[in-house]
């Protein structure tokens, strides 16, 4: 996002106590009210506000349509971060896929233990390996977004 479309920021005219009330209206999120901003800035100054004030500030500086922005950014941020946790997640498990998909086929490849070495027959122990590796299949196929 290019830094002029970034109005939430500190606009050029905009004075010290409008941009810290302005702050707090954007701070308080999706359930931000201009009473909640009178409310919290009593609470840490000597100085009261009042609604009418509040009001003046927010109008003349478009705090609605800044807060709005600023909702925005932040969900796109969290979408990206989500996108990217999302990759990663799909990079790893399909790995994972891989290397069960390896394990199974070196266990169909190596069925010649005995039954008592492993308490099942090797045909027990083939369609073991096989379903094993079609798990590891479906998994690979869906950790990369392909159809199974």
């Known amino acids: 996002m290019s830094e002029e479309n ?19 209206y954007r701070d308080l999120g999706p359930t931000r009210s201009l009473e909640k901003v009178r409310v919290k800035y009593g609470e840490s100054k000597v100085e ?8 003046k ?23 990206e971060e989500n996108w990217k946790a999302i990759e990663e997640m799909n990079k790893r498990q399909a790995e994972d896929a891989i290397t069960v998909q390896t394990k199974a086929l070196e ?11 492993y308490k099942a027959s090797p045909e027990g122990r083939r369609t ?8 590891g299949v479906r998994n690979e196929r869906l950790a990369r977004g392909a159809a199974t």
């Open 57 to 79: 500030y927010s109008s003349k500086y478009n705090w609605v349509e800044r807060a709005s922005a600023y909702d925005d950014f932040l969900d796109e941020k969290r979408m």
């Open 128 to 135: 073991s390996a096989a379903r094993t590796w079609e798990i």
């Open 48 to 55: 009261k506000l009042t609604s009418q004030q509040i009001e």
């Open 6 to 24: 970034q109005i939430w920021k500190r606009i050029e005219y905009e004075r010290d106590k409008a941009f810290l009330l302005f702050s707090i």
């Open 107 to 117: 266990d169909l490849k190596d069925v010649t233990y005995s039954a008592e070495e």
